[in-house]
Structures are given as C-alpha cells and as structure tokens.
C-alpha cells in the first residue's frame, strides 16, 4: 500500500505565515533577490536588523538528522560538534534528497523554519547560545528569495508548536 502514502508537499512561505498568524507570533518579512550563501546575503543587514543565521543541515553515522542554526558569520568545528549536539560519532552534511524530504527545502534554502515540514520530529534542532543573545532572529520563509524576522522567544515558541524542542548550546 506504498503507494496510498502520499508525502504531503512542502509548506509554502503563505502557509508557514499562517502557521506564525495563529500562534499570535509577529513577524516582519523583507523580499529580496535570492542570495545563496552568507557572503552574498550581508549586503541586506543594514536593511534588516537582528541576528542573522546561518544553518547547517547534518548527520551523524547513526542516520541522525540534526539542524544546526549559528549566527552568520560562526565559525563552526565540524570535526567536534558531534559531541556538542549529542550526535553519536563525526557528523557529514546531509545530503539533498533528506533535505527536502524533512525540511521540505534545497540546498541554499536551509532555514529554521523548515521544521514546519518534519512533521515526524526526526531532525533534531541546535541553536547555538550566541544567537539566542539577540532580540531579533532572521531566516529565510522557506525560500532564499526573502528573510523573515521574529523575535528570539516566538522563535522558540515556534519550534516548541512543530515539535521540536531544540537544544541550545555554546557552538561559535
């Protein structure tokens, strides 16, 4: 019966604004050219104010999926955030296929609001503590061509919604 198991499609940027509306959360979204990596994306900062994140889609040898949101400019160790995470052994980025199937977004799309599509619960998200410092936290709305900015605690009020209680830790 495989087949009557349709995978529901991706959410929509609409529909992740929808998701904010009803939980009362405020967010302000600014379009802006797509912009794939953090190098391209810093000529927006002084039209967007808050942290502005960066967001690694990874795994461990245990088939673990993890989403690791640091702020942009982070130098993250790949060779030891395993054990900060909790991953069991050296993590490698995940690959495309996993990536839209969990988070419903491409490469270069990667954003905390993908969680809105893992509705299994099996990414588990990292935020690390240095951004959690800012009032305000940006990401794209499930697509590079815009950021979105709420503030840190409807962030986490957001994740808590999608079922994902996310692990905050030293990573920068």
Sequence with gaps: MASE????PPK??????????????AHVTKDHPPVF????????????PGGHTK??????????????TVEEDAQIDLKSIHG???ARGRVSFGKPEPLLELLGVTPGSVTVFGVINDG????????????M???????HPLRNDATTSIGRDDLLRFLESTGHTPLIVPLS
């Design 84 to 86: 900060r995470i909790g």
């Design 55 to 68: 967001n690694l889609f990874l795994k461990d040898k245990k088939g673990q999926f993890f989403l690791v």
């Design 133 to 139: 410092k800012h009032d305000i936290i940006n990401g």
């Design 37 to 48: 990596t953090v190098a391209e994306s810093q000529s927006l900062r002084d039209a967007i």
């Design 12 to 25: 929509t940027r609409d529909e992740l604004f929808a998701v904010l509306d009803a939980l009362g959360i």
């Design 5 to 8: 198991m349709m995978t529901e």
């Design 120 to 131: 299994e619960g099996r990414v588990q998200v990292v935020l690390d503590e240095a951004l």
